[in-house]
């Protein structure tokens, strides 16, 4: 792999490309100085197609990062909601039914057209109105009427309580599905779910330039008027580059060489091993630390082992918990990232830096004490207390500098992860209703095998992780079947519920407040497998955590009981093990310093380095030109 880059960079060399500056302008024409290139994933199939509201629209190339204009947005660092379109958060009354929301003044949209209350009550109603609009049912379900004021007000109506208003449609991580649209636009349109939007009118900072044809880039030119924009209006500052590039790269040995050749400045996650690579050619490339662990640990998705819970016996806990059991984590986190990476070991909430604070650690003496029934008259402890240290002593041994602290360890390696007892395993499957049979496992009469899934070429930590539980559970004695997935089969599955055990990413958190997390677990929402419903996907059907889930969603999240609940929730979400949580988000994001410099890292915290997510507008604040 060293030497493909290396000869990549000298042909790199020979094509003209400076290994310390690229080509003065880019391959679409503007200043290199003046041009953010961002990468995405792979290329869109709908190029052109700007509407938020039509189906196939690729939101994460840019759109929803740079134009989208969200009720309320999110402070990553802080945890904390601030309002956007919103001048501050929903007024209520006592019964949370009625809700007036003050509408943020001085923001226009990008022909001059002022952004009011008016453009907010459209599209709201047009989402509730408009049956091809996937939310409209919702929408239909939650809000009894939505009603102008005055410019710059709005009442909503509930049909019941709705205290979260704000975390359900507002930005709490990725982003949202209520994006404003202009009123004096949008209201001429026959059919809105039609429309592509070539030419977006925009809230927000950056306006399209120019799209290739083909789908593989978007590049955005910011405002002359960005100070009336929605960052611009809530920050006072400018958005430092004149144009962001969204570019699909390629192939990872083009994506390198691009990188190494600094023709791009953020990069989409790479493996550790491919950013040592990258980092030992160029310099200025690095990731959220400069040095080992490199990656962030806070991104709110846990990857680890989803069941399918609509179908035995994954329905069954005590099959789920027999899978844990025979799953060694410490071989598990050498085989994804060489031992990177916080143990995230709770069923429904990501160990962030937040999560650990508000959850995992007032849960560390409820972990350590908690026992699983073996069936046989025994017990054995859940959770493995002394990973941290024990992940820490091997990497230190390994050379790699590694605190000796407990919390500065707790902090890189997690508080806890789920133990590894095969003897225990083999109890509790028995226990679920299978039979061993000369050396191989039986359930209902029938040889049992399981399949497992996981996406293809992208979630390398996904992928990697649901690979290792392969090996060892076909080491264990399970007979199992691995397969990979494109992201259309992928995500078709995962709605419908057709997989067995599948590497997915159920879990959340950043929030104190558990509800947008934990709602979509309600089992009244579950439907047959080979449906689409609109809750969880792995059919999940716990009568105590839907019991708390409609509790909450009476309850201010202000409220103290709020918290109670929260917790209570996901002790039961423990014991019942839904999903079994390896590492929180771990993501290694390069970045490079030849153009562009003051991107969020550890030691400059003022975001996560989230391009991906709706908060990106913000962080074009703060990434400045290098001076040459």
């Keep these: 792999m060293r030497k493909l880059v290396s000869l990549l960079l000298v ?87 009625e809700h007036i929301v003050k509408i943020r003044k001085g923001i226009k949209w990008s022909d001059g057209v002022d952004l009011t209350a008016k453009d907010v009550v459209f599209t709201m109603n047009m989402i509730r109105d408009t049956k091809g609009i996937n939310a409209s049912a919702y929408y239909n379900v939650v809000f009894k009427s939505i009603e102008l004021v005055d410019d710059y007000t709005v009442k909503i109506v509930t049909n019941e309580p709705f205290p979260r208003l704000a975390l359900r449609f507002g930005v709490t991580i990725w982003g949202n599905d209520l994006r404003i649209v202009p009123e004096h636009i949008y209201s001429k349109l026959d059919d ?44 006072g500052k400018m958005p430092q ?53 490199y990656a962030t640990s806070d991104d709110p998705c846990s990857k680890g082992i989803s069941f399918m819970m609509g179908k035995a016996p994954y329905n069954n806990k005590d099959f789920r918990w027999a899978i844990s059991f025979a799953l060694n984590f410490d071989e598990t986190t050498m085989d994804i990232f060489d031992g990177v990476g916080r143990a995230s070991a709770l069923p429904i909430l990501t160990a962030t830096t937040a999560m650990q604070e508000l959850y995992l650690k007032p849960l560390k003496e409820y972990m350590a004490n908690l026992e699983i029934d073996l069936g046989d008259g025994t017990k054995a402890k859940a959770y493995d207390m002394d990973y941290a240290k024990r992940i ?27 133990a590894y007892n095969p003897e225990a395993a083999e109890k509790l499957l028995v226990k679920a209703g299978l039979e061993k049979k000369d050396g191989k496992w039986f359930f209902e009469g029938q040889p049992f095998k399981i399949n497992m899934s996981y996406l293809a070429n992208t979630e390398h930590q996904a992928g990697r992780g649901l690979i290792s539980a392969y090996n060892q559970l076909l080491k264990f004695g399970l007979d199992c079947n691995l397969v990979s997935e494109s992201s259309a089969t992928w995500d078709s599955n995962a709605a419908l519920g057709n997989y067995e055990i599948g590497g997915y990413w159920p879990t959340g958190g950043i929030t104190k407040d558990l509800y947008s997390v934990i709602n979509g677990y309600d089992a009244d929402l579950i439907v047959p497998i080979g449906e689409r419903g609109s809750g969880q996907a792995s059919r999940w059907n716990n009568e105590r955590a839907t019991e708390i ?48 410099t003051n991107y969020p890292s550890a030691e400059n915290a003022y975001n996560g380095p989230w391009w991906w997510w709706s908060c ?12 040459k």
Excluded at 616 to 627: D, L, M, R
């Design 549 to 596: 889930i409609h509790e909450l969603a009476k309850i201010s999240p202000e409220d103290p009981k709020s918290y109670e609940l929260g917790m209570e929730f996901v002790k039961v979400a423990i014991e019942d093990i839904p999903f079994i949580g390896f590492h929180s988000g771990v993501k290694f994001v390069p970045t490079n310093t030849t153009y562009w």
């Design 192 to 235: 809105v779910t039609t429309f592509k939007d070539s030419a977006p009118v925009v809230a927000g900072p950056y306006t399209v330039k120019a799209y290739d044809e083909l789908g593989v880039w978007v590049l955005y030119e910011r405002r002359e008027d960005w100070q009336n924009s929605t960052v611009g209006v809530v920050t």
């Design 11 to 97: 042909l790199a060399m020979m094509l003209g490309v400076s290994a310390a500056f690229a080509a003065e302008t880019t391959i679409v024409g503007t200043p290199r100085n003046e041009t953010l290139i961002v990468e995405t994933q792979i290329p869109t199939d709908t190029p052109g197609q700007f509407n938020s509201y039509m189906q196939g629209t690729s939101m994460g190339f840019g759109i929803h990062q740079l134009m989208s204009a969200m009720m309320w947005e999110m402070d990553t660092i802080k945890g904390e909601q601030f309002g956007e379109v919103a001048e501050g958060m929903p007024e209520s009354n006592a019964d949370f039914t």
């Design 616 to 627: 990106f507008k913000y962080i074009t604040t703060e990434i400045s030109p290098v001076s």
């Design 392 to 418: 820490g002593d091997k990497l230190r041994a390994e050379g790699r500098d590694i605190p000796t602290d407990e919390a500065a360890l707790e902090d890189m390696f997690g508080i806890a992860c789920y």
């Design 241 to 293: 580059a004149k144009y962001v590039l969204f570019k699909a790269l390629g192939d990872d040995s083009t994506r390198q060489m691009l990188m190494i050749s600094n023709q791009v400045d953020i990069m989409v996650e790479v493996t550790p091993e491919v950013l040592e690579v990258m980092k030992e050619q160029n310099p200025n490339i690095a990731a959220w630390y400069k040095d080992f662990p």
